[in-house]
């Protein structure tokens, strides 16, 4: 799961007086920071979703933001979910969703579109 570190409270000190070392929570917060907006890694390649019957589902279960594509085939309905229970109409079949980490995007079809993953 995504881990969330809030900001250190202001109380809490950048450098230690005792160590002149910044201090753990500041470490951590950095750190995490660092993390989730990929280690200094590019972003990878989109790579393309290989999609099962209608209604398909996907989900992202990275922990990181995304992109999803989606194009041509025939889609009839196309959902949004934060939670996997309450699904929302996007009032739209075609175009790029962006999505965070446990978000799902749920697409019904007569023929089958194309799904490109794009991460960021």
């Known amino acids: 799961m995504l881990d969330l570190t809030n900001i250190p409270a202001p109380r809490v000190t950048l450098i230690d007086p005792r160590t002149n070392f ?34 398909f589902t996907y989900i992202n279960t990275s922990n990181l933001l995304v992109d999803i594509m989606i194009s041509g085939g025939g889609i009839s309905k196309l959902e949004f979910s934060r939670n996997g229970v309450t699904f929302f ?3 739209s079949y075609y175009g790029m969703f962006g999505l965070s980490p446990g978000d799902r995007l749920r697409a019904t079809y007569v023929s089958p ?8």
Not at 30 to 49: D, H, K, M, R
């Open 89 to 91: 109409n996007t009032g």
């Open 22 to 55: 910044m201090t753990r929570e500041w470490y951590r917060f950095f750190l995490n920071l660092f993390v989730l907006s990929g280690s200094g890694q590019p972003p990878a390649a989109p790579t393309a979703v290989t999609i099962t019957a209608s209604p």
């Open 113 to 120: 579109p194309t799904i490109t993953l794009v991460p960021r």
